[in-house]
């Protein structure tokens, strides 16, 4: 029920596909079995977040920092390696759009 714990909710539902699954199928079960205690009020709110906009993000991200799915379907996690260094300036810096 603090900021923190809204905050480490967000993280796992962007990194973590499996929490993510639960999440939107039980909110207030994944929450607890993740050991992250939110009020109702939070837990109504973050379900009310699109679930396309996470998986978007979700899909953009590094993927050294975010868990696999288990779905054979999706790919390896391995599958996107040469995407790291993709689009880097020098120094290995992201361009800003």
Do not use: C, Y
């Amino acid at each position: 029920m603090t900021q923190q714990a809204v905050e480490r909710t967000l993280g796992k539902l962007l990194t973590d596909e499996h929490f993510r699954e639960r999440f939107f199928e039980n909110p207030e079960g994944a929450s607890w079995e993740a050991g992250l205690a939110l009020s109702p009020i939070e837990l109504e709110a973050l379900s009310r977040v699109p679930r396309r906009a996470l998986v978007s993000l979700h899909d953009d991200l590094d993927k050294r920092i975010s868990r696999p799915s288990l779905d054979p379907d999706r790919g390896s996690p391995d599958s996107d390696r040469g995407s790291l260094d993709r689009g880097r300036g020098e120094a290995g810096r992201v361009p800003r759009p």
